[in-house]
């Protein structure tokens, strides 16, 4: 062939050419995780946009099976589905509708320096993408910016040769709605529950949002609400400009010629966070460039020496108001929600710096089974065969890793969150570990970066890259919630072998007490010398240590920053988060006609170490299914749910009232 007929076939690709090829890269390469990139997808810019409007975020998922000419199917069999996600935001206006859903790489997060959910300008149009791919059908959209502004509903389409937006529908409709946006896509799927399923998805949603309102309607027909826990926006994070660390020379270039300063200093001190007007003109000294040089006219040779002069020079770490972290509340909150457990603990570290982007690592752990389950009796451990290592057959921690907040499900191991959590000694902690694997479970352990550019190790943003900063704070955040779950594991075990032996002592107690009157003649004040040798008996195995230790006290954990202690006698820590949590999800078939199910009052150990009656969930609906269901959701393969909710009206909340019972 020659260059000519080669040249003849060579053309552009668009970018939408490019993604239908290459679906796998955006996260659509089955139709199981299809289903659940649609859904992330749409949920995600709800929440970017109620955020970002200052409202506090209702989102509805209904999720049904398509039967497409045929006979209905379960939802396990099903492979067409319809997704439905609707928000209380602020809407889009009329004439960017067509873009935002039919365009990729068209958006308002990618040229901003702000964290967000989404960044790239491609999410929603991609999935809307795959859908015409798969099932033919358009994005059905429904958005009003305001109660006096009209509803518009769009049926839109990509037009893939050149990822232009085609309107097939565009008209005014009544909607009930005052404000908000509806998004209805047509896929080919899959829906199964268990791990990395939409149910998961959503539930670990809730765990990192707890300002969030979440019902999801399950094609099975049920209904499922996250309830709000947290009745306050995060603080709205500010817009930044580049750290002039974070800018690679090409970069610089490209800015040098865009930039609408009239110099060199100007645009330094202009384009660029943390550099004055005074820190400007010493770089230009510094590099030999006059201040006055106009921006374009630094090229080659100069433009390097300013580049190797910015990196040299002493700059102010980035601001980090442009984050905004969970918390360290926020997070015990959503795992005593979520997670059945005896130790619960959260780390927010300081912020930190990768490439000139200001990110925060958060870490939390929620560790047992809960003390219900602690106090069964623990099966005798079988003799090990010679080489047999005990670690192969013990359940394993699960890691739960989020991104500015969304919950990562695929591509585990390519995360630096996990290689991080492999890489610490959680034996350390008094947790046993096999080489190369995950602590020993029951345990969750929970990773959040927040960050205005999270560098994804793909467009699917699934898996955090390895940079070393990151990889550090992440260690420096697990190395502190591992020792705090540490000092309680060893007290815990101190105390329970002093408990004991005290009740060793106390079971002896009775008898000597009628040997020695036997001995008196009947004479002897049996109650006094009881309670003496009781107090013996208490200060000779710990005292009141041993006690607090147990959680008998409701002194608290001291020096446990950030924990709750759950044991049968009640919650000690940060009591006041477990009686914000009014338990989740609520869960109902039809809610039409599910009766509300009341939280029955709960009592709460104080740090006083009164018992106080909480009004938790107090005459509101609550679901009773609670944190168990939550929690084998999180910890094993189970659906979170199950089907019929009339037994499950009946059965008591696992609220702290029925731990005080056990
Ligand atoms: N429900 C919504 N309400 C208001 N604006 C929305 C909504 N959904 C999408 N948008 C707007 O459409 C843009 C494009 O969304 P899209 O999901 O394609 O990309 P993104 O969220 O910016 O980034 P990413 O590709 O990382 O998800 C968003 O940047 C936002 O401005």
């Not at 200001?358 to 047992?368: H, R, V």
């Not at 550090?472 to 007290?491: D, N, P, S, Y």
Request: glycine share 8%; proline share 7%; aromatic share 6%.
């Amino acid at each position: 062939m020659t260059a000519v007929e080669m040249g003849a076939r060579q053309r552009e690709i668009s970018v939408s050419e490019f993604f239908t090829k290459n679906r796998h890269l955006l996260g659509f390469d089955n139709p199981r995780k299809a289903l659940l990139t649609c859904v992330k997808e749409a949920v995600d810019n709800s929440l970017d946009a109620c955020e970002e409007a200052g409202i506090l975020p209702e989102v509805t998922v209904r999720l049904e099976t398509v039967a497409n000419g045929q006979a209905p199917v379960a939802p396990s069999q099903a492979t067409r589905f319809r997704i439905t996600v609707t928000d209380n935001g602020p809407g889009i206006v009329r004439q960017q509708i067509p873009r935002v859903f039919a365009k990729l790489l068209y958006g308002s997060k990618f040229h901003r320096m702000r964290m967000s959910r989404g960044q790239q300008g491609i999410g929603i149009s991609a999935a809307g993408m795959y859908g015409q791919l798969t099932t033919g059908k358009p994005v059905k959209v429904i958005s009003r910016t305001g109660p006096r502004a009209a509803a518009h509903y769009f049926e839109v389409q990509i037009d893939t040769k050149k990822n232009e937006p085609l309107v097939h529908e565009n008209k005014q409709i009544d909607w009930a709605q005052p404000q908000g946006t509806e998004v209805a896509l047509e896929v080919e799927g899959r829906y199964q529950k268990g791990r990395a399923s939409v149910d998961e998805w959503l539930e670990q949603t809730s765990i990192a949002n707890p300002h969030v309102r979440l019902v999801y309607h399950t094609p099975e027909g049920e209904t499922k609400e996250y309830p709000r826990t947290y009745h306050e926006l995060p603080p709205s994070p500010k817009e930044i400009k580049p750290h002039p660390y974070g800018i690679e020379f090409g970069a610089l270039l490209k800015m040098l010629q865009d930039t609408k300063s009239h110099t060199v200093a100007g645009f330094l001190a202009s384009d660029f966070c943390r550099v004055s007007p005074a820190l400007a003109e010493e770089i230009c000294k510094a590099a030999k460039v006059s201040p006055a040089t106009k921006p374009r006219d630094v090229k080659h040779q100069a433009a390097e020496t300013l580049y190797k002069t910015i990196q040299t020079t002493k700059i102010m770490a980035p601001p980090t108001n442009c984050i905004s972290p969970i918390g360290e509340k926020a997070i015990l909150s959503g795992l005593y929600k979520q997670i059945k457990g005896e130790f619960y603990t959260a780390v927010s570290r300081p912020p930190a710096v990768y490439r000139g982007y200001p990110f925060i690592i958060e870490a939390g752990l929620a560790f047992g089974k809960g003390p219900e389950e602690a106090a069964k009796p623990q099966q005798a451990s079988v003799p090990l065969a010679e080489g047999e290592d005990q670690g192969n057959d013990t359940e394993q921690a699960r890691v739960i890793r989020y991104a500015n907040r969304v919950p990562l499900l695929y591509q585990q191991s390519a995360c630096a969150t996990f290689k991080a959590v492999l890489s610490t000694t959680w034996r350390n902690y008094g947790v046993s570990q096999s080489r190369g694997a995950l602590p020993a479970g029951p345990m969750v352990i929970f990773v959040h970066m927040a960050s205005v550019w999270v560098p994804f190790t793909s467009e699917s943003k699934e898996a955090i890259a390895d940079y070393d900063e990151i990889q550090k704070e992440i260690t420096l955040a697990l190395r502190e919630a591992g020792r705090r779950l540490g000092i309680f594991l060893r007290r815990r075990e101190r105390a329970a072998s002093e408990f004991r032996r005290r009740n060793i002592f106390d079971l002896y107690i009775e008898e000597v007490v009628a040997a020695c009157n036997r001995l008196k003649g009947g004479n002897l004040p049996t109650e006094k010398l009881k309670e003496q040798l009781h107090k013996i008996a208490s200060s000779r195995t710990g005292g009141l240590k041993t006690d607090e230790a147990l959680g008998k006290t409701g002194a608290g954990p001291e020096g446990l920053p950030h924990s709750i202690i759950v044991t049968a006698e009640g919650i000690e820590g940060e009591t006041e988060i477990a009686q914000q949590t009014p338990g989740s999800p609520v869960v109902s078939v039809n809610t039409a006609e599910a009766e509300p199910i009341v939280r029955p009052e709960s009592t709460v150990k104080t740090k006083r170490g009164s018992k106080e009656k909480s009004n938790v969930g107090k005459g509101r609906s609550v679901g009773a299914t609670k944190a168990k269901a939550g929690q084998q959701a999180l910890f094993g393969d189970e659906p979170s749910s199950k089907k019929q909710a009339a037994p499950l009206k009946k059965k008591p909340a696992r609220t702290t009232a029925t731990r005080k019972r056990t």
